[in-house]
């Protein structure tokens, strides 16, 4: 069985967990502030993060006590799970705000598009590290994992839920960039997707999604409707000037002008209240944990490590920017967490899971058996 | 061909395979080194955002972020009071119950003015026509929908506040009538601020929905009145509650009005004219200070509170005794035998008659082929210039104004005010007419006829006064020929107890002629309310030498009236109208009275009563000491 290895504890990544803590710190922080309510203490909310940080922490505990290897054989298992959960969540789960997102569990409510998104990288590297990286992938070898990534991409398309939909092409468009792709084919592909741009703007579109797409050019054009949360977002953001309005007295998240504010929207939080260096000193602590993340991935052992690692990293990353840049005006609304920082059970559960599997790649950077 | 028996089982395939993932793993591994500077790139983006939105551009959205969340409300002043002479409250405040509306704090606002014109009984299209009248507001600054609510309505729409999102009740000033509609045509009234004058007042000096003065001095001396708005910051929710008020500024009152009309005489005046259309102007002799001011019927003040309805104002505008009329400087109306004053005067001073000229009327005079009657029919015998003022002898003027010629009379006029406006700080005031020839000729392109000018030596014609004009000529030949102008303000006084304006006597002009003339006149005067026969003999007043000059003012020619059977039968609006004008003590004069009583008949019957009435009071003299005057028929 399991013989105790002390390499592992010697290459235990102490930064990646300094970096972790740091920014689930942050987010707590900002979640007690995000829904504090006068003389009501901490939310539940707060209370329910704090339980899956726990639950999260000791699913870390065991997915670093099996070799992270055992995932390239069990992505088939995983993604055959993922897409039956998401087949159940879109026929059977319960329907909020017009959306099946969610399967409810009776403590909580799963949203197995989020698992997905982690599923989605473990399948994929899994399928890239068995195959020759060294010469690119033309179409034909792309074609498969386009298949993997399009069944979960339409089942999460059609709850609706465009961000998360869009992550799983960018995880896929992130990996197949990484491992290399003919250019050819790239040139074919962009173009294609170029192509389909219109059609997707014609048909797959809601009404409601263009919308938000608009009204990033130009919020001020329905500042009640849709233009609502990017303009609230920019007045919070920027009201926060250099040293931030102080913790808990943000007007714009406590008077309620600020929508969402302890999920997608929890930065603009963040940095009404701690202002241009708090928000600063929180980007510091991401790019640290993103840096630690890619080192671990640089020092994997394999090409699945580097390939897993690296799919975690880009998770993280992209959902990370599109966040900030949805907070900060630069890009349209859709539904993306901040990765450890907004609120949320299935999203915080899947960070985790991702980096428990960043601190296994890191601790079995050496061969364990072997030579 | 499984990656995990590769792992476990360490023979040789592995060792090749090892190899040739070094090498990929090597290619991998150097293009982390890409993705990691892309990463930070991206990340320098997002910094540069950062500082871009919170320093580069902060303090423009902290300025959004406190127009979110700050709302400035401003507290009405309490407008200034108007208070009589003596200090009498005239016009204070009340607190009006207002209902307010706040369109931004409502999600659904057609649901909301639904529910609120049910409460308040209104048409859904009055609340929308007041909602359209403030659509320039700020879309957090709540509409005034509705003022004065009563007890009930407040009571429910306060229980009901959850159905009713953005309604609140504000507690505003409005208008307290206290001596009800008295004074109203000088006192004037307030309105909702229109569009217009929205627009030429000072930014942040008024709303839509505001109260503005409208008329009178409400209008005229709305910069003293309406005080200084006070200004309460409050801290709301995005869903409109109030969450903490975070400064204030209490409003700072009007400044107090103090007229130089006095209300006790001004509401003997009033009450003596109901029922009557006409005008009544008292004013010191000596200063130009006006006591009373009144033009009936009185406007209904109350109905101007929170805006006049269209059914009252229509009924206002066809009434026929035209109450939104200020008579006393608007009216204008032909002089009649008051004007016998000036053409006595232009006589006089031409050298055209002396007092002691005597003239025979045989009760009519033929000019040409025309007959110009005395009103006297059977005639005055032998009369002189007393006895032609004392009782108003038309034939005596009738000759007189021969000698002397219109553009002469006019000069006259001219002298004692006529023909131009006082300088009444009201509006809308009229100059009345004065003929000359060369004003016909202009006019009408016709020459002056003979027989206009004894017309005009009487005061019918062409001859158009108002009763302030009347009045501040009586003055003039009471003081010694000097014209003030007539006053209406004794002192303003800022909230301080400061003194910002008082009252400083005018002159706009004076009497050209001898005083000795003057003094003629005044006998004359004196006899027509003293001597047995005078026109005016019912006004005299025990204790107090009073001189007056009555007048009835035909309002068609004699021929027209004369098919009716007598004088009941004519309608009303034929009708003479009926003038009494007078000053007191005759001795050493003090006021001077002034009465119009449209289509009021006969000078000495309609129009002098009333004055007797001011000037008892005036002096003092208790109504019962004084028998009521007979209403004799003495005539013109």
Known sequence: MLRFDRRLLLNFDWNLVIAILLVAGMGLANLYSATYVPGGGASSYFIKQIYFYILGFALILVLISVDYRVLISLNYPIYVLIVLLLCYALFFGSS?????????????????????????????ASFFSRRDTSRGFGFRELLIPMLLTGLPFVLILKQPDLGTALMLAVIFASMALFVGIRWKTLVGMVLFVLAMLPIGWIYLLKSYQKQRILTLFNPDLDPHGSGYHII?????????????????????????????HHTDFAFSVWAEEWGFFGSIFFLACYCFLLLVALKIASSARDKFGVMLAYGIVSLLFWQAFINLGMILGLLPVVGMPLPLFSYGGSSLLTTLMGLGILINIGMRRFQAGGQ | MNGQEQIHHPHRTITRIHKIDEVELFLLKRRLELVTGFILVLIVFLVLRLWFLQVHKGYEFEERAKDNRGRELRVLAPRGNILDRRGRLLITNRPSFTVVWTKEDAPNPDEVIKKLARILGDDIDVLLDRIREQSDNPRYLPLRLKEDIDWKTLVYIENNHFDLPGVRIEVLPARNYLQGNLASHLLGYLGEISKEELQESRPGEYEGGDPIGKQGLEKLLEPELRGELGHTLLEVDAHGFEKKQVASQEPLPGDDVYLTIDQELQKVAEEAMIGKAGAVVASEVNTGRLLVLASSPALKLEEFVGGISQKNWREMLDNPMRPLINKAIQGQYPPASTYKIITALAALGEGAITPETDLYCGGSLRLGNRTFNCWKRGGHGTVDLNKALAESCDVYFYQVIQKINVDILARYAEGLGFGRKTGIILEHEKGGLVPTRAWKKKTYRESWQEGESLSVAIGQGFDLVTPLQVNRMIAAVANGGILYRPELIEKIIDPDGKVVKSFEAVRDGEFKGREADLEQVRKGLIAAVNSPHGTASGIKIKGVTVAGKTGTAQVVHRSQVEDFKNENGIPYKYLDHA?????????KPQIAVTVLIEHGRHGASAAGPVARKVLMKYFNIPEKDEPNPAESGAGD
């Open chain 1, 96 to 124: 909020v705000a017009n959306t099946q997102r969610w399967i409810n569990l009776g403590f909580f409510h799963l949203q197995p598009s989020e698992l997905a998104k982690l599923a989605l990288v473990i399948n994929l």
């Open chain 1, 232 to 260: 609230q977002s920019k007045i919070a953001v920027g009201s926060g000037l250099l040293f931030g309005k102080g913790f808990l007295q943000g007007t714009q998240v406590h008077l309620e002008f600020l929508p969402e």
């Open chain 2, 579 to 587: 003038w009494f004008t007078c000053y007191a003590p005759a001795e």
